[in-house]
Every structure is written in structure tokens, then in C-alpha cells.
């Protein structure tokens, strides 16, 4: 009886992990809001709160549930596997972002490299949430139900989507068959190594190269560095006093 009341409750914090990840707009760190404007410390502020309430409810998920520590696959896994799958899922996922750069821009467009902390550090912390809420438990609560492990990545790789809110229309496919891209890669990976190690190392590098190469917004922050190759056009001569000089009417008096 408790066993089961025990996993009833971590099922509900899960839920509650899926609808942080529905509202992550709000907190400025899904993959399709712009330059958040305001003070940057008050940016920051609600995107490390997201970031804090994650974390939290991964961490009473893991207390909470009653199977072995690793039934979850929050561990980081085999070290050799993650180093191995997980350098080769970072290359394929720059590569992949590289590649549609190309196509939509001819060339490669990048951010100023001062504004590159911000979206490295926006990318690291929602793929550690990511992660962990769905190729872990997400992911491990319904292999521990004994459904094949290839229809539970799959499952858990459509819940996430759906989470990620790309599917809305109006908004990039492109993101939505990333979003649905990491979810079963990562879930195959997690399955492969036992743990969210290289799934998490593949997330950070791709979701970073998508933010630098693909991601345009505006201000400082993330300007287009291509601007600054651009020769200034030159200034507009000075309208003499009485407004400007029409060619063949006679002037003021």
C-alpha cells in the first residue's frame, strides 16, 4: 500500500515537471522566446526560478519514488558510453543546425561572441531540467510499467513535444522536429547508457547551436554580427536655411 501511495505521488510531481516545461515561456527559456525585454537581472531571475523549481521537483520525484535509485535512469550512466554517444550526438546536432543555416541564410549568420554566455547558460539549464524530467522520469516510469523501451521513447519523446509548445501554429516546424528529435534521441540514449549523461551533453551542444546560428533577435544582446560588415551609408547633406533646393524653382526671397 505505501509502495503504491508513494508512486501515485511521484506520478503527480512528474505531471507538475511536465507543466513547468508547458510554462516555460513564462519564465523566458523556452526554445521560441525572443530577447526577453527589462532589466537583465530580472530575466535572469525568473529563468534561474524555473531552473530552482525543476530541480526541486526532480529531486522530490527521486526521494518520493519507491523503485531502486537507478529505475529512473537519473544517474549519469556507463563513462565510456556517455563520452562516446555523447560527443557524437553534440557533433551531429551543431552539424545539423550548421546545415539548416546554410539553407536558410546561405551563409553562417552568428551572435556577437560577448552575448554567447547567456544562451550557453540558458541551454545547459533547460537541458539538465529537460533531461532529467523526461528521458529520466518521465521515460522511466513507464519502463518500470514493463512497456517495450521502444514505445516508451517514443511516448515520452511526444509528450515532450507537445510540452515544448513548438507544434503551436504559427511557429518554426523546424523547432518542433527538433524538440521531437531530442526526445527520441535522447531516450534512445538513455536506454543505451543507463543514465541522462550524454542525452544531457547532446541537448546542450545542439540547443546552443540552434540559439547562436538560428535564433535572430534584437539589441545587444544577440545582434547579428553580419551588421558590422556593412559600410555606413553616407550622411545626407544639410538642407540649405529655407528647406531643401528644388532644381529649377526659384528660390526664396
Do not use: K
Amino acid at each position: 500500500m505505501e509502495e503504491t501511495l508513494r508512486s501515485l505521488v511521484a506520478i503527480a510531481f512528474a505531471l507538475l515537471l511536465v507543466m513547468l516545461r508547458l510554462d516555460a515561456e513564462r519564465f523566458g527559456v523556452a526554445e521560441y522566446t525572443a530577447a526577453a525585454a527589462g532589466d537583465r537581472w530580472t530575466v535572469l531571475g525568473r529563468r534561474f526560478a524555473w531552473f530552482v523549481l525543476g530541480l526541486a521537483l526532480i529531486g522530490i520525484v527521486a526521494v518520493i519514488h519507491p523503485g531502486p535509485p537507478g529505475a529512473l535512469g537519473l544517474q549519469f550512466g556507463d563513462r565510456g558510453a556517455v563520452l562516446l554517444l555523447g560527443l557524437a550526438y553534440a557533433t551531429l546536432g551543431a552539424a545539423q543546425a550548421i546545415a539548416v543555416a546554410r539553407l536558410r541564410f546561405g551563409r553562417l549568420r552568428t551572435s556577437r561572441p560577448s552575448s554567447y554566455p547567456w544562451p550557453l547558460l540558458n541551454a545547459l539549464a533547460t537541458a539538465l531540467v529537460d533531461e532529467a524530467a523526461f528521458r529520466g522520469i518521465i521515460l522511466g516510469l513507464l519502463l518500470v510499467t514493463g512497456l517495450d523501451a521502444g514505445v516508451a521513447i517514443v511516448i515520452q519523446a511526444l509528450v515532450y513535444t507537445l510540452a515544448t509548445r513548438t507544434g503551436v501554429p504559427g511557429r518554426d516546424l523546424y523547432l518542433l522536429a527538433c524538440a521531437l528529435g531530442l526526445g527520441l534521441a535522447g531516450g534512445w540514449l538513455t536506454v543505451e547508457t543507463g543514465g541522462i549523461g550524454a542525452a544531457v551533453v547532446g541537448h546542450v551542444a545542439t540547443r546552443f547551436a540552434v540559439a547562436v546560428l538560428l535564433e535572430r533577435a534584437d539589441g545587444d544582446e544577440t545582434g547579428d554580427r553580419d551588421d558590422a560588415d556593412e559600410p555606413d551609408e553616407p550622411d545626407e547633406p544639410d538642407e540649405p536655411e529655407g528647406g531643401p533646393a528644388v532644381t529649377g524653382a526659384p528660390g526664396r526671397r
